[in-house]
């Protein structure tokens, strides 16, 4: 059902959407398809609908790094593709664009288009569903520019050159805006079928739940810590963390999905390298690529992906006593690759290669092991091991097929905890529905809320935070590393403090890397510095007074007198 689903939205995508441009009044071009003959069927609802699919989350189809959270302070890219990343919103190097810079409201007025037209359809049994679709997607594109923008004008309608007053009329306030797409989301919940009546490959009633827990954790959370700030919203952030508590609590006891378990060793890494998830109990919704039947295809045959784990994110990972790594009597260190896998958390391994790793199972059933990290194609010598396949299967290459998850339920789980930390109402029953559940997968001990290790070596986020909430943070760090979550997390976070100043590192430069990559860059203890050259005054130089929200186009300025630019641009 999938492949059918994301074959037909390429195969449509000139006939109903054939235009690039990104202002409020482009108009829907209908010049192969009448109006007034496609507006019948609940099909013709599901036809326009798939074009809008196609505008989610996916794999590169070849070339840069394939992880969206590349750029970041726990995923750098290779000098190569600097700059084509996160790396610039860290570094506070970019700026204000004279026109585009993501203020595009084609979607937006797609969505609205199709609202407006929903209701012509009068045969089939999911219209509703599919009328809630539309209202999904309106809420997901919002929140799109909702979290780079702040402040946006709320637009439910197709507009007209008459409309002056929405055309030119000011932005609404970002917590008024939150409301509206929670609002949104309510109106698409209310209308969703579950995945059993519209089978794997659609938006459902837990998917839309599980959004408004995701919009509201991120909306309550930087309500929270953005307090007092340019960028404070209109409350203190503790309803709409209710709201995600609630949200993701519903999807808990919905019972649709469940963590994918097995064998503790490899469950995780299994999780990340499957071809078709339709029968997985985890994942909710995901991108189907088939390369050799329709040429639709990801990047991830090519191994390492231009990026690689940084030595920041390595230090997430607990000691598998449970405890951190800078108390636990069975750490055994991490300054080489040998050793860094040794008595950890076994996400670490299963998302990191070290020597002895498998890599390659060729065709014949040969296999080859992983020695030295390939510096030319990553930069921290930290090479992922998540997403990265084992098996050549065609073209002495590995699969192009893997699929991309958009929403598994482990995220449901992390969502509860974390909205129920940041209330301090948490209880050791919520951790063991959440992150216990994910610990089990691995193996790993339990948090025990009253038996927390105090870690010494706790991210310092500039304001001091309740150990639970710590070890909430860390777990979601680990859980979901890589995933496209690093950065709404540090901007909703108010993070700034643990990465301004600083830049990612990489492995010890070890004789045996040298031997085969002479001359990389090295800081004062010998790890790889592959940022000190890239970076604005070789470290992050991101402005927490400006750099939250991205800066407003000149040419939006000065067409629109009521728009105002956000803060310090």
Known sequence: MKRIIYVI?????????????????????????????????????????????????????????????????????????????????????????????????????????????????????????????????????????FKDFGDLPIITEVLDLEDEAILY????????????????????????????????????????????????????TWEKYHQGTAFAGSTDGSGFLQIAADAAKTVIDAGNYSISTGDIDKAYYDLFVQTDYSGNPEVMLYKHYDYLTYNIQNSLWNQPNLSGMTREMTKYYLASDGDPISVSDAFVGDATLDEIEVNRDPRLAQSVMAPGDLDIVALNGDESFFTIPDMT???????????????????????????????????????????????????????????????????????????????????????????????????????????????????????????VGTRPLGTTYTAEIEAIYPNLTVDGEGFLDPYVNFLSGGAYGFDPNRDYLLPLPIDELTLNENLTQNPNW
């Open 9 to 145: 939205t390429l195969l449509f995508a000139g006939m109903i959407f054939n235009s690039c441009e990104s202002e409020l009044l482009e108009k829907t071009p209908l010049d192969q398809i009448s109006d007034a003959d496609f507006w019948k069927t609940e099909g013709d609802l599901q036809l326009y609908l798939n074009q809008l699919y196609a505008n989610l989350p996916g794999w590169p189809s070849a070339g840069a790094s394939p992880s969206l959270d590349v750029g970041t302070d726990i995923i750098a890219q290779s000098s190569t593709w600097f700059g084509a990343s996160n790396a610039g919103r860290l570094d506070g190097t970019i700026s204000v664009p004279a026109s585009g810079g993501g203020w595009s409201w084609t979607n937006v007025r797609r969505v609205n288009y199709f609202l407006e037209n929903a209701t012509r359809a009068e045969t089939g049994n999911l219209i509703d569903h599919y009328v809630g679709e539309g209202h999904f997607f309106r809420a997901w594109f919002y929140f799109e520019l």
């Open 169 to 220: 009329g000011a932005r609404s306030p970002r917590t008024e805006v939150a409301n509206f797409i929670l609002d949104e989301l309510d109106l698409a919940i209310a209308k969703l079928e579950y995945a059993s009546q519209v089978g794997p490959s659609r938006i459902n009633k837990d998917i839309a739940t599980q959004f408004k827990a995701r919009v509201a954790l991120y909306e309550g």
């Open 377 to 499: 194609r990553n930069p921290t010598g930290y090479s992922i091991e998540k997403w990265r396949s084992k098996e050549i299967v065609e073209n002495n290459q590995r699969t192009r097929d893997i699929g991309y998850i958009l929403f598994r339920y482990a995220e449901a789980l992390l969502i509860y905890a974390e909205a129920k930390a940041e209330l301090g109402t948490i209880t050791q029953t919520d951790l063991d529905l959440s992150i216990n559940q994910l610990r089990d997968r691995v193996g790993m001990p339990h948090l025990i809320l009253n038996a927390i290790t105090p870690d010494p070596e706790w991210p310092d986020y500039g304001y001091t935070l309740p150990d639970y909430v710590q070890e909430v943070r860390r777990e979601r760090v680990v859980e979901l590393f890589g995933e496209g979550n690093r950065l709404d997390d540090l901007m909703r976070w108010r993070a700034h403090n643990l990465f």
